[in-house]
């Protein structure tokens, strides 16, 4: 532990922990401003089935040599279409869908695993991410991903807004509720798998959900909700890799650990300051 408060913050004096501490930053605007879409339209499951739907991809490319980070987000998209070919053609439920295609890549993902003799030690990575190995590059790739999540949201945000208010509504404005769906579906594929070396496909979906809602006990305006819920966010990361720094914890664990307690402290002081609002002064 550090000798004096100002000793604290140390640690980033280390560019392996600069970049780290860059690129869950960058991981956390992009989560923001597609987890607020996804607790808004209540995608949830579809964030964790995506995390886990990688997991086939980034198999089979460790074990082929090839980048993981390609084999996840082929796969990803690959579980995406998916879900739409299944809905169009075997006449299924959204979730039901969902479920069955989450099971089915997180078997086979688990069935290359089992089938390669020098796993192990890639495993831990690719569940709960390693966010001090973020290099330069990663870096560009980060940056280009929230540049594209964020240009996508502003383009679509009245589709976006139409579409979670009711689909006929969208239909009405001519605003074509099926672009936008899969323009949000192509938002939560892209921020799960830029999120996946920082926090790995166990631990996304706490990155991705928890700042959203976090945000969303002080502000109902979408834009104002993800530009709190990109505070929040960064302040996770910095506060999980300090921890983990601190107490020898895994770093990606810690992040995601840090923005569901952040969440939880959100909730309470908003309850109680409204509690307080209520209470009567005699």
Do not use: K, N
């Not at 688990?110 to 991410?129: E, K, M, P, Q, R």
């Not at 006990?217 to 909700?225: E, G």
């Not at 506060?239 to 939880?264: K, M």
Request: charged fraction near 10%; aromatic fraction near 6%.
């Amino acid at each position: 532990m550090p000798r004096h408060p100002s000793d604290l913050f140390a640690p980033f004096a280390l560019d392996f922990l600069q970049r780290g501490m860059l690129g869950g930053a960058l991981v956390a605007i992009l989560c923001a401003i597609v987890g607020t879409w996804v607790v808004v339209r209540g995608m949830a499951f579809l964030g964790e089935a995506l995390a886990h739907g990688m997991l086939p991809g980034v198999a089979l490319a460790t074990v082929l040599s090839l980048p993981v980070l390609i084999g996840g987000a082929l796969s990803a998209i690959a579980m995406s279409l998916g879900i739409g070919a299944l809905q169009r053609r075997a006449r299924l439920s959204y979730d039901t869908s969902i479920g069955l295609l989450f099971v089915s890549m997180l078997a086979l993902g688990v069935i290359i695993i089992s089938h390669s003799g020098s796993f192990a030690t890639d495993a831990t990575a690719i569940l709960f991410g390693d966010i001090l190995a973020i290099s330069a590059v990663d870096l560009v790739l980060l940056a280009a991903a929230a540049a594209v999540g964020l240009i996508v949201a502003i383009l679509f945000h009245r589709s976006f807004v139409a579409l979670s208010l009711d689909v006929r509504i969208a239909s009405v404005l001519g605003l074509r509720p099926q672009l936008a769906q899969a323009a949000l579906v192509g938002l939560v594929t892209l921020a799960v798998v830029a999120s996946y070396q920082a926090v790995g496909s166990m631990l996304v979906v706490g990155l991705l959900l928890a700042p959203a809602v976090a945000a969303g006990h002080w502000t109902t305006r979408i834009p104002t909700r993800m530009a709190l819920a990109a505070v929040f966010g960064v302040t996770a990361v910095i506060l999980g890799l300090l921890a983990s720094w601190y107490a020898a914890t895994a770093a990606g664990a810690s992040v995601a650990a840090c923005a569901i307690l952040l969440a939880c402290l959100s909730w309470a002081v908003r309850t109680l300051s409204s509690r307080g609002a209520r209470t009567p002064h005699v």
